[in-house]
């Protein structure tokens, strides 16, 4: 395959995915670390960066999640899913649900009259970046980027 031609690179059983999943990963990482700077200076304009991070963050896992199924479908056929692979998919469905859970929290609390966050995000964002780490850890593993030990 010639790396130049862009033909072959988009339509690759597999790429989009790939090359996709990187974007909500730094968005979603980047978004936590804003909240918390927001909360411990305290500053607004942080918690406005936070927040829309997030929503980039929530709205690239929607294709994502599709090119990671879509991938499964073609190159290995719809076969059931086992081991690593399984866990990849059950921790990646499991990381795009609590990045949308903790979006909604940030733009429900918007619409509150007072515009506080609730303190329990702090801790879920938390549990989803660990969430969000382990997945793509395991994406690794998978693409032969990272060994399992």
Request: hydrophobic share 55%; charged share 10%; with cysteine.
């Amino acid at each position: 395959m010639n790396p130049f031609d862009i033909k072959s690179a988009l339509l690759a059983r597999h790429a989009q995915h790939v090359v996709l999943i990187h974007f909500p990963i730094a968005l979603f990482l980047v978004s936590v670390a804003f909240d918390l700077a927001a909360s411990w200076t305290k500053k607004h304009i942080l918690s406005v960066v936070a927040r829309y991070n997030l929503l980039i963050a929530a709205v690239f896992s929607l294709p994502v999640v599709l090119t990671g199924i879509l991938a499964w479908r073609w190159q290995l056929e719809g076969q059931p899913l086992k081991g690593t692979l399984r866990l990849h998919f059950v921790m990646g469905m499991t990381s795009a649900a609590l990045i949308w859970l903790v979006c909604w929290i940030h733009f429900r609390a918007r619409r509150t009259p007072e515009g506080m966050l609730p303190q329990y995000r702090l801790p879920l964002e938390m549990v989803a970046a660990v969430a969000v780490v382990l997945t793509a850890h395991l994406g690794g593993i998978l693409s032969g980027v990272t060994s399992p030990g």
